[in-house]
C-alpha cells in the first residue's frame, strides 16, 4: 500500500490519533515537524517547476527547430540558398537564337557526392508561371524579365536558383572551337527533321564536327519529338570533350567565356564553375526534362511529366555506372522505346534492343546484379510490372529488362 506523506492535509483526526494512542507531539516538536512538511512542500513544489518548464523549453526548441525546416522546404524554390564555395550554387543557363529569342534552357544542380546533373529544358515547354497561369518558357521574359524565369523553373524542379549565366551561339562556338569533336551518344536512334538537310543519328556514338555539332543544336529547338534528347546529347558531349582538354585550356576557355557571358557570378566563381564541371573523372550526367508533345504542327508546344520530373531530380549522376538494358520479349513493336522513355528518368546508362522477339514472355522479368537489386525495385516501380529476378552471372551492376505482356504500348505511352 502506498505511503502518504506526513501533511496538514491526510494527517489523522483528533479522535482518531486518541482510538490509536497518539499524542500531539509538544510544541518545539510540532514546530519541527511543520517545518519539515514545509520544506518537503517547497522540494516537489521546485521538482515540479523544473520537470514543467524543462518540458516547456523542450517543447519550444521542438516546435522552432520544426518550423523552420519546413519553412525551408516549403519555399526551397525561393529561398536565398546563402553563401555557398565556389561552383556549388545551382546555376540556370540560357541562350538566345540569332534573333534573340530563348531557345536553349538548362539547370546545372550540383549533387552531394561531389558531381553534377545538367537538365536541360526545351524553351517551348509551358510551365505555371507566378501571377501568368501557363505559359511557354521562352515567352517568360517578356513578361517578368530572368527573375519571373528563374522562379518558374525552380517551381518546376523543385530546386533553388542561385545564379544565372545567359550566353549566345557564339559563345557556344568558342567552346565548340576548344572542345573539337563532339560524339552525340545516344542509346536509340535520333532524328531531326528540321535540320536542313534532316539529320539522323543511330544508336550508339556519333562523333561530329564543331560545325555540324552546332547545326543539331540549333535544329534541335525547332523539333518537338527527338529535339529535347539531342539537345542534351549536345551538351553531354560538349562536356565530355572539354574533360579531355588540360586545366590550363580549361582555364583559359573560362577566361575568354565570361568576357561574353552575363552573369552574376564574378570571374573566380565562373572559372572554378567551369573547372569543376569539366574535371575529368568528376561525375557529370546531362538529362533531357521529361516531356511530352501537346500540339501537333506549327503551333506545337511541349508538356512536363511530373512524376518522371520527381524520378529524375531525385537521383544521382553516379547512377550511369549502372547499365540498363531493355530487349523485347514479345512481338510488339515500339515497345522497348517507350519503356526506355519511361525508365530515362532513373539516370541509368542504357542500352536497347527493340528487335520483336521470336519468343513472347507472359510477364516482364528484370534481371539484377548482385549490386543492383535496389535499383531493380526502382526499375519495377518505374514500369508499373515485372518480377525481379536477381542472377548471380550477371555484372554486378548490370540490369535486364525483357518486356512481357503484361504490359501493353498503349499503357506505356500514357504519361
Given at each position: 500500500m502506498k505511503k502518504n506523506d506526513y501533511t496538514f492535509k491526510n494527517s489523522l483526526k483528533r479522535s482518531d490519533r486518541r482510538r490509536r494512542g497518539y499524542s500531539l507531539p509538544s510544541e518545539s516538536g510540532f514546530r519541527k515537524a511543520r517545518l519539515t512538511a514545509q520544506h518537503r512542500l517547497r522540494r516537489r513544489r521546485t521538482t515540479r517547476y523544473i520537470l514543467i518548464s524543462g518540458v516547456v523549453i523542450s517543447l519550444l526548441m521542438f516546435v522552432t527547430v520544426f518550423m523552420t525546416v519546413?519553412?525551408?522546404?516549403?519555399?526551397?524554390?525561393?529561398?536565398?540558398a546563402g553563401p555557398v564555395s565556389p561552383g556549388s550554387g545551382t546555376v540556370i543557363i540560357t541562350g538566345n537564337d540569332d534573333e534573340g529569342r530563348l531557345?536553349?534552357?538548362?539547370?546545372?544542380?550540383?549533387?552531394?557526392?561531389?558531381?553534377f546533373g545538367l537538365f536541360t529544358i526545351p524553351a517551348r515547354?509551358?510551365?505555371?508561371?507566378?501571377?501568368?497561369?501557363?505559359?511557354?518558357?521562352?515567352?517568360?521574359?517578356?513578361?517578368?524579365g530572368q527573375e519571373l524565369l528563374d522562379q518558374t523553373v525552380a517551381n518546376l524542379l523543385q530546386v533553388p536558383i542561385q545564379y544565372h549565366i545567359n550566353l549566345d551561339y557564339g559563345v557556344l562556338d568558342l567552346a565548340l572551337a576548344q572542345?573539337?569533336?563532339i560524339n552525340f551518344r545516344t542509346d536509340r536512334a535520333q532524328d531531326l527533321s528540321a535540320a536542313a538537310p534532316p539529320v539522323h543519328l543511330t544508336a550508339g556514338d556519333n562523333p561530329t564536327s564543331a560545325q555540324n555539332a552546332m547545326t543539331y543544336l540549333k535544329a534541335s529547338a525547332a523539333d518537338g519529338l527527338d529535339g529535347p534528347r539531342v539537345q542534351s546529347l549536345f551538351y553531354q558531349g560538349l562536356r565530355d570533350s572539354l574533360a579531355l582538354k588540360t586545366e590550363v585550356e580549361r582555364r583559359g576557355l573560362a577566361a575568354l567565356v565570361f568576357q561574353r557571358v552575363q552573369t552574376d557570378m564574378d570571374e573566380g566563381e565562373f572559372t572554378d564553375l567551369i573547372l569543376s564541371i569539366t574535371a575529368p573523372g568528376r561525375p557529370f550526367g546531362t538529362w533531357p526534362l521529361p516531356v511530352k508533345i501537346a500540339v501537333t504542327g506549327r503551333d506545337w508546344y511541349l508538356e512536363p511529366v511530373p512524376a518522371e520530373i520527381e524520378t529524375l531530380m531525385t537521383g544521382n549522376s553516379?547512377?550511369?555506372?549502372?547499365?540498363?538494358?531493355?530487349r523485347n520479349g514479345t512481338e510488339t513493336p515500339g515497345l522497348v522505346e517507350a519503356a526506355a522513355d519511361r525508365l530515362a528518368p532513373l539516370r541509368y546508362t542504357m542500352t536497347q534492343q527493340p528487335d520483336p522477339s521470336g519468343v513472347n514472355f507472359d510477364s516482364t522479368q528484370i534481371r539484377v546484379g548482385s549490386d543492383v537489386l535496389a535499383a531493380g525495385n526502382r526499375v519495377r516501380d518505374a514500369l508499373g510490372v515485372g518480377t525481379i529476378i536477381k542472377d548471380d552471372y550477371m555484372e554486378k551492376r548490370q540490369i535486364i529488362v525483357i518486356m512481357g505482356r503484361d504490359i501493353t504500348l498503349a499503357e506505356l505511352q500514357k504519361r
Open positions: 519546413r519553412n525551408r522546404g516549403s519555399s526551397a524554390a525561393t529561398a536565398d531557345s536553349q534552357l538548362a539547370v546545372l544542380v550540383p549533387e552531394s557526392d561531389g558531381g515547354t509551358v510551365s505555371d508561371t507566378p501571377g501568368h497561369g501557363f505559359q511557354e518558357l521562352d515567352h517568360i521574359t517578356a513578361l517578368g572542345a573539337g569533336t553516379r547512377d550511369a555506372s549502372i547499365a540498363l538494358e531493355v
